[in-house]
Structure formats: C-alpha cells, structure tokens
C-alpha cells in the first residue's frame, strides 16, 4: 500500500493527508458472526480510529491505511467538505471506495502459489491480503500469528 499511496493523485494526496477513519470488525466477516457472539467481540476489540495515511515506523514511508474493515471517515465532515444536506454522505462515502478499490489493482498485489511447506510472511502495517479459494482439492491448514503493533501514525 506504499505504492498505492505513492501513485494516488496529488490532488486526493492532499485531501485524505489529515483524515482518520474508523475500522469495524462487523463490515467485514464479523457481520456473519451471531449477533451475541458479535456484540461480544465488539466489546473485546472495540472499534478502532486510525490515520487513512501512515506511517510505517521503520521505514518512514507513507501508506495508504484502509481496506475492507474501513466503515467511514471520523473527521471528513468539515464545512469545506458538506454544502448542505445530504450530500456530505455521497463524498465521504465516494472517496472511500476509491482508496478501498486501490488494493484491487494488480499492480499493487503479489500473487502467492501455495506449495508444500510453504510459510508466508507479510507486514499488516503496510500489506493487505486475501485467500483466494484456489486450492480445492487440497487441504489448506494455517496458523496465524499476530504481533502487537505500535499506534498507527
């Protein structure tokens, strides 16, 4: 997502340089789970508010920071933003599927081909992944290890 970042126009670069953005378990899988189990794991692992443009603490670069756990934008609601009405929703909500939509290309993927004994290992801060359903019929068995991170910023 540096790349993503690096490429985005100059003109959304600096729009989207001060907003945050909210991140939800329930819009993405969670929004399956069982309403019980869900308002619990909510309450776990409360809604998170990041910078939709960080930076990855080792190598200063800047990344673009949203994907599909991405419900809204907490501060893109200003009066240079909103005229009147409702129109404040459609470009929120616009601008946001368009930074969402940048991990779709294919110039910013890496496709991984699973063999035996395979490991792979990305970098949450700055990667986005996801499992294609590509192995049937073979038996796909992960582990998943997760580090606590610093505060994005």
């Known amino acids: 997502m540096v790349v993503a970042w690096q490429n985005l126009p100059e ?10 953005a909210y991140h939800s378990l329930e819009s993405s899988f969670g929004a399956a789970i069982p309403i019980e189990k869900r308002l619990a794991l909510k309450a776990q692992f409360p809604d998170a508010e990041h910078p939709v443009v960080r930076t990855h603490p080792e190598t200063d670069e800047k990344i673009l920071f949203v994907n599909a756990f991405t419900t809204h ?32 290309l ?45 505060r994005p910023f």
């Open 73 to 104: 934008f907490s501060n893109y609601h200003t009066p240079e933003h909103v005229r009147y009405g409702q129109d404040y929703n459609m470009g929120g909500s616009d601008l946001l599927r368009y930074l969402i939509s940048q991990a779709y």
């Open 11 to 20: 003109e959304i670069k600096q729009k989207i340089a001060s907003l945050r």
């Open 106 to 150: 294919p110039e910013y993927q890496v496709r991984w081909r699973w063999q035996s004994d395979s490991i792979a290992i990305w970098d949450n801060r700055s990667t986005q992944h996801y499992a294609a359903m590509d192995y049937p019929p073979s038996h796909r068995k992960m582990e998943r290890a997760g580090i606590m991170g610093d």
